[in-house]
DNA sequence: GTCTATATCGGGATAGAC
DNA sequence: GTCTATCCCGATATAGAC
């Protein structure tokens, strides 16, 4: 593989990454991406054999880069309230960089659910550490007993849903201010996790 | 329009309800939809002239039966703490009839973003009065300061969020068995408000 | 490796009989 | 109102020249 073969196919993948995120793969055309990439469409069938085997490319890469990797993070040794502080911020920002990512993969998941079982098992998804310690946490009575589960869904709810619903809300809330919203998100790095430590940490109830 | 009309209509329509709300705008197949209302291909186009036209016709009942409505909760007489604990609990049993509602309208309106304004405009979509009420609350010194709107989103993504990430989450959390995803689910109901009232409830800080 | 030309097919839409 | 038959375009994919 040469030198100019990679420069071609990355400018494929860049481009087939915008077209497919912004269109899913049931509306997304060859013709789009080819031009994108300001190449003939029949080079993308010298590279990726077919429209599916590319938008695998696409979608793995989509997935594993927003998935996992946060969950070292999640599985480190910080104390809890540093844990949650550090998700909001580093997902929001991770986010931010692809805010239609989210919406993206969750309509394809749900376009071919058989794609979840086949991705999670090829990544190390496992929130036990992370469990365990809301667990102690609340066994030692340094937290308001909480579901771990409740907890964690909380919090990444928090965080991903406003860039899924980004075009209601920011219309209903900002009048469609598209800066005035990222600044909202931008605020929400320390809304987030102020607002579940505020739920959860002890001293509150008698 | 005679009686059977009705009918035959009727059926198309939730038949077309079904086939796009599961594989979207561009992935749904008007064969498909024919096939499932148990009539002929032709007959979708000499009640609904084109494929757009059907598909605007589920979108717009499926909005404005997710989006509104609930305004009407939000923007009551009820105390603060008691409006979020109704919040939760209908909205959730709303979405638990059509799971895939959320992803469906976020990904169409990302699709076609000039929707967003079209749609809500014809809806009285207006939180005032409830963000009223949060700060009213918050300068009688009832709960924690907090912004209205942050509040806001944080309740309705947390609501939402589990069934936008119902594939992934079901399968991390539980090994895929949706019952007792649908548990968890039902959980939520008081699990979030409790979550929440938590957090903004004084005599906590200080 | 990259292009042009073309095969092939699926799907939305229409015509027209009943 | 409902069906069958058909049109026609757009899109993926392939063949083959350069």
Same mark, same amino acid.
């Given at each position: 593989?040469?030198?100019?073969?990679?420069?071609?196919?990355?400018?494929?993948?860049?481009?087939?990454?915008?077209?497919?995120?912004?269109?899913?793969? @049931?509306? $997304?055309?060859?013709? *789009?991406?080819?031009?994108?990439? #300001? %190449? +003939?469409? &029949?080079?993308?069938?010298?590279?990726?054999?077919?429209?599916?085997?590319?938008?695998?490319?696409?979608?793995?890469?989509?997935?594993?880069?927003?998935?996992?990797?946060?969950?070292?993070?999640?599985?480190?040794?910080?104390?809890?309230?540093?844990?949650?502080?550090?998700?909001?911020?580093?997902?929001?920002?991770?986010?931010?960089?692809?805010?239609?990512?989210?919406?993206?993969?969750?309509?394809?998941?749900?376009? @071919?659910? $058989?794609?979840?079982? *086949?991705?999670?098992?090829?990544? #190390? %998804? +496992?929130? &036990?550490?992370?469990?365990?310690?809301?667990?102690?946490?609340?066994?030692?009575?340094?937290?308001?007993?909480?579901?771990?589960?409740?907890?964690?869904?909380?919090?990444?709810?928090?965080?991903?849903?406003?860039?899924?619903?980004?075009?209601?809300?920011?219309?209903?809330?900002?009048?469609?201010?598209?800066?005035?919203?990222?600044?909202?998100?931008?605020?929400?790095?320390?809304?987030?996790?102020?607002?579940?430590?505020?739920?959860?940490?002890?001293?509150?109830?008698?």
């Amino acid at each position: 593989m040469s030198k100019m073969d990679l420069n071609t196919e990355q400018a494929i993948l860049e481009a087939a990454k915008q077209v497919f995120i912004q269109k899913g793969m @049931d509306g $997304a055309r060859m013709q *789009e991406i080819a031009d994108k990439a #300001g %190449i +003939n469409k &029949s080079l993308l069938h010298y590279y990726y054999r077919s429209k599916n085997k590319l938008f695998e490319a696409v979608f793995k890469e989509a997935f594993f880069k927003f998935i996992p990797n946060i969950m070292d993070l999640m599985n480190s040794e910080l104390p809890l309230f540093e844990k949650i502080r550090l998700f909001a911020i580093n997902y929001i920002d991770i986010i931010n960089e692809n805010p239609l990512m989210p919406v993206f993969i969750m309509h394809e998941l749900n376009r @071919d659910p $058989a794609k979840v079982a *086949e991705m999670i098992k090829s990544t #190390g %998804i +496992n929130p &036990s550490k992370i469990i365990i310690q809301i667990n102690e946490e609340v066994a030692k009575g340094e937290i308001n007993p909480i579901d771990p589960f409740h907890l964690i869904v909380n919090l990444i709810s928090m965080c991903i849903f406003p860039f899924v619903a980004q075009p209601i809300l920011q219309y209903v809330i900002f009048n469609e201010n598209s800066e005035v919203y990222a600044a909202f998100i931008e605020q929400r790095k320390r809304e987030v996790p102020e607002f579940i430590i505020n739920s959860i940490k002890k001293d509150k109830r008698s």
